[in-house]
């Protein structure tokens, strides 16, 4: 960790905090290049490619596919990943949902490290590319795109580190120039429950924000032993390998931390309108056995904003255990339910009291006493804003938000794995680099982490090591 400054610009009030935008360097390395201005996409037909081709991939094609006909034709045409199978079963699949919208022929299907690039050459700038491989290399592809003058969808995380989020951030101020749209997939913030229901608290329906609470507490997510490795290593690199089980490796995903819990800690932030400043942190792994991926089972996070209110996250996974899968706010008049539970789809609603069991006061599709409504699918309502802004021309790109809520996400990981506070400074700052490398990877490279002599791993090791692993 170091001292440099920080690009989060804590302003005095919570609501104008999420309309500031951080001030970057230029655009490094992408600076003199000659690209045209990009603006919404105009011709005919928008062509998609599809990089990382795993099930948050082909859900992510399949919404971009389902888009509303007003904003025009679209038709995916290419499809990258490191693995054919996952390219065959997601063409399979897409094609048999979507059958007039996929035209990806044999020669328009590419498998290896440099693939991405494959797949972004047969597209057109204002065209638009769905990035749903691991983020350790988000940035990488990223840069690709904006060369390119192409729109981009990313999932989300959009980085696990410090470095790699202060790439994007760099390679975005290029984007921002050429008008570029960008979504990113916390789409939280795109469901229709919440946003009324941030619009109620910015109203002052909840009085002044006491805490936030975000749970997720489940079952297993993942969990590998040295038996499946072995196994898997028949034929499989250590590098593939960890790619295969992305999940379970901080380089590639920022583990379970960060992949799975970042929507509950971004929507809370929504919510209260400002990012945290600092986390302290705990948790544990238990029951391991011979399971060698790096993540603990449970994580319990105190998360500090600006001015001294606190968001509690809780994580936990383990089997036969207590199960929640929420997000929660108090305030001085009452009490509501964020998301939850279980499941995307938001049920959002304000209690008198402080818990759900008070009297309701409001709640998202409900009128008259009726049956509420139900919102729309969150996952197609990105797509149909970020389509609309590329149709229409409309200011959209979701990045600096994408990588203040990866950043916050990773400080409370980072809080749990080395059992110190961290700020939001020292996580953006930090100069441990996961994929170092990441770049120059190819299907023969060896891996960004090493395993032990034994066929582990690195785990998070509190109170002895000063970075993660």
């Not at 081709?53 to 509303?68: E, H, I, K, P």
Request: hydrophobic share 35%; charged share 25%; proline share 4%.
């Amino acid at each position: 960790m170091n001292n440099k400054p920080s690009i989060l610009d804590i302003p005095v009030t919570r609501r104008s905090f999420l309309n500031k935008s951080g001030k970057f360097a230029s655009a490094g390395a992408l600076s003199g290049l000659a690209l045209p201005m990009v603006h919404g996409q105009s011709k005919e037909e928008t062509k998609l490619a599809l990089v990382g081709c795993g099930g948050r991939g082909t859900g992510a094609a399949s919404n971009a596919l389902s888009v509303s006909q007003a904003f025009g034709p679209r038709k995916l045409v290419a499809m990258a990943d490191v693995f054919q199978y996952r390219i065959d079963q997601s063409y399979n699949g897409l094609s048999k949902k979507h059958k007039d919208l996929v035209d990806v022929t044999p020669d328009r299907k590419f498998v290896g490290f440099d693939g991405y690039k494959k797949a972004m050459d047969i597209l057109d700038p204002g065209d638009v590319v769905i990035f749903t491989s691991p983020c350790a290399f988000r940035w990488v592809h990223y840069q690709y795109a904006v060369n390119k003058g192409l729109n981009v969808f990313m999932e989300k995380p959009v980085t696990p580190d410090g470095p790699s989020s202060r790439k994007i951030l760099e390679i975005n101020e290029q984007a921002k120039e050429l008008n570029l749209k960008v979504g990113v997939g916390l789409m939280c913030r795109h469901s229709q429950a919440r946003r009324e229901l941030k619009s109620r608290i910015e109203d002052g329906e909840l009085g002044e924000l006491l805490y936030l609470k975000a749970v997720r507490m489940q079952g297993r997510l993942i969990g590998w032993d040295k038996r499946k490795q072995e196994t898997e290593s028949k034929h499989l690199s250590d590098l593939m390998y960890q790619i295969k089980n992305f999940h379970g490796f901080l380089w590639l995903s920022g583990g379970v931390y960060s992949d799975f819990n970042i929507h509950n800690i971004d929507e809370c932030c929504w919510m209260k309108g400002m990012w945290p400043v600092k986390a302290q942190a705990m948790g544990g792994r238990h029951y391991r056995g011979d399971e060698i991926d790096q993540n603990l089972d449970s994580y319990s996070v105190e998360y500090t904003f600006p001015d001294e209110t606190k968001l509690y996250f809780q994580g936990r996974s383990m089997n036969r255990c207590y199960e929640e899968f929420a997000s929660h706010a108090n305030g001085t008049k009452g009490y509501a339910l964020i998301s939850g539970p279980g499941g995307h789809r938001s049920q959002a609603r304000i209690h008198k009291g402080q818990g759900p069991d008070s009297d309701l006061s409001w709640m998202f599709g409900q009128s008259s006493g009726g049956r509420p409504t139900r919102e729309t699918n969150p996952y197609q309502d990105e797509w149909e804003h970020l389509m609309d802004a590329i149709k229409n021309d409309k200011p959209f790109n979701e990045v600096e938000r994408g990588v203040k809520a990866s950043v916050v996400t990773s400080m409370g990981r980072m809080a749990a794995h080395v059992g110190t506070e961290i700020t939001y400074d020292d996580m953006f700052n930090c100069d441990h680099e996961f994929g170092k490398g990441v770049e120059n990877l190819t299907l023969d490279s060896e891996s960004p982490l090493l395993a032990n002599s034994d066929g582990s791993y690195p785990i998070p090791a509190p109170g002895k090591n000063r970075r993660e692993y």
